[in-house]
């Protein structure tokens, strides 16, 4: 069996060399690169254009309200989770997961159904004799967007996390005196950071490059950093300008898992 070990492993080499490894070769290979194939900084510093460098800090600050949002939600609800003691196979948690199994872009088109000025929740609004909701392609549609559909990336390492602490220590705090917000505080918090970081980083990076959210919730009118990119690509058939701002990301995506490998050293809050 030992001699079989690296056969086993054959589909998944294949499968990163194929969809990992060779994508960012290319990558790369376009960001480094200018369209008769000679090396250039250039596209890497089309990030400091006036317009990008737009797109990019109102990205950035999107990503952060719709992260720090995520946060405020989900670790409420993943303490509510472990203090029941749900296991990982319960109903509950499926609702959480369930969502994650759909296509991302046809929940992103069900909100856009929802909160359109003909959609279901003006309809409904419209009933009741309220004011209409006027929410569509503002950026407050967006992050709507992004925390529903980043939502359980930041439930469910959190939660993770929360029911590997031992019951003991907690018990033992409070036979020492300790109430609920000192125990909170000095204990649960800071067990539960890997679990934190990692679903701050599973949060904010996805919102950060998302193009899909902004297009159908902004309307096109709200460019992001992710929907420069995809424009690039599609539109201007750029590979290299495309390429480049997309290496400049990477760097978020680097910062992110330097912070997972710091702080969630044993995978405590990836592992579900």
Known sequence: MKNKKPLLAGPYLFWA?????????????????DKKGAFTLANLARITTPE??????????????????????AYPLAMILSGRDVNQTSFVVLIFILPMWMNFLLRTLAWQNLLEKNG???????????PAWEIINTPGAIILGMVYNFLPFMVLPIYNVLVKIDKDVIFAAR??????VQTFLKIILPLSIPGII?????????????????????GSK?????NVIEQEFQQGSNWNVGSGLSLVLMIFIIFSMALIAKY??????TAF
């Open 198 to 218: 990692s679903g701050i980083t599973m949060v904010f990076v996805p919102a950060l490059t998302t193009f899909v959210i902004s297009d159908l919730l902004g």
């Open 222 to 226: 709200i460019l992001l950093i992710g």
């Open 52 to 73: 990008n460098l737009k797109a990019l800090g109102f990205a950035l600050l999107l990503s952060f309200i719709s992260t720090v949002i995520c946060l405020l939600l």
């Open 264 to 269: 969630d050293k044993d995978g405590e809050g």
């Open 175 to 180: 036979d020492l005196g300790a109430g609920n």
């Open 120 to 130: 279901v929740i003006n309809m409904v609004l419209r009933f009741f004799h309220l």
């Open 17 to 33: 060399l194929s969809f990992i490894i060779i994508p960012l070769l290319m990558v790369f290979y376009y960001g480094l690169t």
